[in-house]
């Protein structure tokens, strides 16, 4: 009756710019010298993780005006900082989040080639788009683009790329010495390409990579976001879910995926997930409570409650009750704080979600730093080894998961004791690698080879 | 160690399988490895045992084509390359003191974006990055983004390349290339280098009164800033740029830290130096270290005929004589070295080596012509300093930021050695 245990993937995100990440801890290092990077990246080798993961971000974050001071600032540059870890890591697949708004198909997908040639066949690209003129002030090609036109954008911007990594075939070069011939055909990378967003033409410059194409990843929750996964990525970065969440969410992708002519293993679902490691279950209970406190510290809890209240709340005491009068209701434009993608939940119904909170607050007697603490995200798995073990098991074989990108808060040692306890418990429990299977990462992640060129369904 | 007067600087220029279009043919040539990173940073760990300074990487936004306007059909070349800022990257952590300087093409690419690329390098490579920034009008680039109207140059402007409207349309498109370094020098600034605090009394992550937007509005682009990577290792990485002409001159003079230029004879040098230092000082920069280099193409051998023979060789495989911008030099390692030695009167800071073939001519740059200079006392013994501007003789520079007046950037943020002093 029982089919065979699946296999966990597990990966590693560099600890991001924002508050899950404490740099404010005595072990926390660098975020920018590249030993940082080379530390996290060959302690997710050592622990066989399939990949890497960097997120992106392309203006420094604002609020009220100002930069946002209170979390880690300032990231290197994507695809150069992970070229420069495929030269201290042999099996680490290498996932930049690159943008489809600010840039172009020809220059990302030569990227991408090269990334992947550089890397022996380890690129992967989680394919974003760009919601807010604010960020375009920093490019040429700035500007905003209305939500319903971002996805159609990354769509044709990805079938674009894939049409320019399919341009060389893989036998073109020769090389043939006694007669001359380089290539084969003087036709090598010719493609045309013409779309509303899209028009161009010519040969591209980079011969066929060794996965073919790097691994699509898609990393958005909404409607159009799943479809567009289900239709073209081979793997989704989802959030913060809770196991029932996380199962709901699962089905749903998965079932999608008929209806784009694929099956539910072309598809890995690799929620993001933090965790507090302990030698007990309690102790990890009162670490993760003081990592809580070290998440919002004061002043970040009236800065994250200025989110919502949209106003300036400097004088407000973070020990004290919430603000007694409500937010200042706004458009996503009009909001203080810039450049961060999570308060455009705030914008719906802030009214509302106040009031919800006050209600937390009275019912549990919690003050406006409390409150927080309470509903800001929570860490994925608290527990000892074990715990850890058998809800990151328990999550894959129950279908709430096909393994987690885990986000330590600490740069760049807080993989390390996950990868010295956690990782033991699954290989002995037979679900996780002992060593890597391939050399690429398509290979890793157990996904099919990639074949001939392979046109994309116009949305279902 | 004091710069001695007559210590020349050497830069190899990395490319394929070499210059010579028959390179890949040659018996010791590995073409099917061009695309794997150990062909990379092999020649890169040779150029380093070889003491130079730093290596270029070619690159275009376009397959490679011997027409200079428009693609060829040929088969019998080289055809394909890799992103030279990547590769240039994937060498940087594995390689010590050896400066990395990739080539970009800023006619199509956001200065945003290759800054941040840039100083990544300097990060991974711990202060040995750069830049040469090159400008791609051909219709067939254009093509590949679609995305901007450009006059491309044709057969006909070539043949009137001096007069006013062909001059106008080049200078627009140097000018350009001129507002797009400067993006990238505020950028590299636009970070004091203590902005990060790590107050943990307060919370605050940065000073953010030490990080500055730039604001740099011009016609071709604005942005805002300031950048998302922190000021990099050598707070200015070095931009290079190459010309043979008066208006890529202008941007030498006033843009660049090194110039690559292609005199064919000594009295050649000395009038080009003497236009880009004239360049500099009307551009304002008469006290900055401009650096400027000498490109060869270089075919070197035991012996003259030896070297003679090997490129008739490779002539007659590919069909026609090797021409170059720059003058190629076939020859020994001791007659190149007499060479460069005569040149470097002209007011030369060194040359920019292309060999003709690779492994091979790269191997006698490194182990013969590189030993017959030490033996002048015309070249380092051992590298003196451990970032790409200690090499070049430039300091760390101060922070334009810190320096000027914030709400009123000036026109340029190049830094001279008084600066620092």
Redesign the interface.
Known sequence: MSRPRKQVHLAAHFPGVNNTTVWSDPAGGSHIEFSSFAHFAQTAERGKFDFLFLAEGLRLREQGGKLYDLDVVGRPDTFTVLAAIAAVTEHLGVTGTINSTFNEPYEVARQFASLDWLSGGRAAWNVVTSWDAFTGENFRRGGYLPQDQRYERARTFLQTAIELWDSWKGDEIVADKETGRFLSTPDAGSFAHTDAHFDIAGQFNVPRSPQGRPVIFQAGDSDEGRDFAAAQADAIFTGHATFEAGQVFYADVKGRLARFGRTPDQLLILPAATFVLGDTDAQAAEIAHEVRLQQVSPATAVAFLEQLWNTDLSGLDPDGPLPDFDPVVSDVAGLISKGRASVRQFAKDPIGLANQWRELAAAKHLSAREVVVEVTGRQSFVGSADTIATAIDRSVQEDASDGFILVPHITPGGLDRFVDEVVPLLQERGVYRTDYEGSTLRENLGLAPVGAARTVPATA | MPESQNRIHLAVALDGAGWHP?A????D?R??DL???AYW?EQVQQAERGLIDFVTIED?????SDDPLE?D???????????A??????????TSHIGLVPTAIVT??????LS??I???D??S?GRAGVRVQTDTRA??N?????REIQPLRREDVAAIASPEVQQRLRDSFDEAAAYVEVLRRLWDS?EDDA?I?D?A???????DK?HYIDFESR???????S???RPPQGQPIVAALGHATVPYQLIARSTDVGFVTPHDAAQATAIVAEIRAEQEAAGRANDTVHVFADLVVFLDDTREQAASRRQRLDE?AGADYTSDALVFTGTPSELADLLLDWQAAGLSGYRLRPGTVPHDLARITNALVPELQRRGAFRTSYEASTLRGLLGLPRPSNHYRDHDHDHPATTTTTTAADVA
């Open positions: 028959a890949w043919r040659e018996p040539a073409p099917l695309f794997t990173p940073v275009s936004l376009r397959l490679q693609p059909a040929r088969t019998d070349r080289v055809r394909g390359r890799l992103d800022t990547l590769i240039a990257a994937r060498v940087a952590p594995v199509h690419t956001e200065p945003f974006h941040k690329a100083a990544t390098i990060y991974a711990t067939d680039t093509a590949h983004f679609g995305r970070w990060e790590r943990v307060t919370g605050r992550f940065i000073d953010r990080l071709w682009f604005s942005v805002k800033g300031p998302i990577t922190p495989r």
